[in-house]
């Protein structure tokens, strides 16, 4: 069983060597994946740093900052070439806790797609401003409304594939960003009738480093969904 953590970065220089013993003390036989997107503060050079002596740590260094959709693309496209049987999604800046790693691995034995959930019982979110979560839970609801999806949490971005979802899912058909790109993804899931399974985390806020939710990836969203069931009847 070969698992796979994508993970990009940008800025994040603060956070990898931390990160990294975290994933290998809840996951130490996983292999992690990189995505830099030429980070100024030389993230890059600490993963690198990182390889001379993990030889479970992989890095893909892109020219230019491309997007958080794009990362896990490349990051996907990459594993399956390599035949990894499971793809976790995971932040670099913290927010997404290693200890849930066990309970995402047990619950895709029985599972095609395991959402990490903030909005079912057990889960909870720390340190968000109010607005934050009316931000984070209206697209969720917006979502499931609009898509008529059963899941609590579709914004968030700590997940689990299996294999045989992304070789399913015609990965150059996605284009979105941010909040959009995750929706997409388990909208694609859903609708070719996979079976996904929510698990409770809680969700802390940035230890360090700028948030990179934008403007123009909410608006994305707002504007795109309505639209996901169109873009994906190829699927």
């Known amino acids: 069983m070969k698992t796979l953590i994508v993970i990009p970065t940008y800025n994040e220089k603060e956070n990898i060597k931390f990160l990294v013993s975290e994933i290998f003390y809840y996951l130490p036989t996983t292999d992690i994946l990189f995505i830099d997107d030429n980070s100024p503060d030389q993230s890059a050079t600490i993963i690198k740093e990182l390889q001379k002596t993990t030889p479970q740590i992989y890095l893909i260094e892109r020219p230019q900052k491309l997007g958080l959709g794009s ?24 927010s997404h806790n290693p200890k849930y790693l066990p309970d995402f691995l047990k619950a895709i034995q029985t599972n095609d797609l395991v959402l990490g959930s903030r909005y079912i019982e057990g889960g909870d979110i720390e340190n968000w401003s109010l607005m934050r979560r009316i931000l984070s839970k209206g697209g969720s609801l917006y979502s499931q409304i609009l898509l008529r999806l059963p899941y609590k949490d579709l914004t968030g971005g700590f997940k689990c594939f299996s294999s045989k979802v992304l070789r399913s899912i015609d990965l150059d058909s996605v284009h979105s960003e941010g909040y959009c790109f995750q929706i ?25 480093g700028k948030s990179k939710i934008s403007r123009k990836i909410v608006l994305e969203a707002i504007l795109k969904i309505p639209f ?5 009847s190829s699927d």
């Open 184 to 208: 997409e993804l388990t909208y694609k899931t859903h609708k070719q009738k996979f079976k996904v399974k929510e698990i409770p985390i809680i969700f802390s806020n940035r230890s360090n």
């Open 71 to 94: 990362a896990y693309l490349r990051g996907f496209k990459w594993g399956l070439e390599r035949d990894y049987d499971y793809f976790f999604e995971m932040d670099a800046d913290l």
């Open 228 to 232: 996901l069931p169109s873009y994906s």
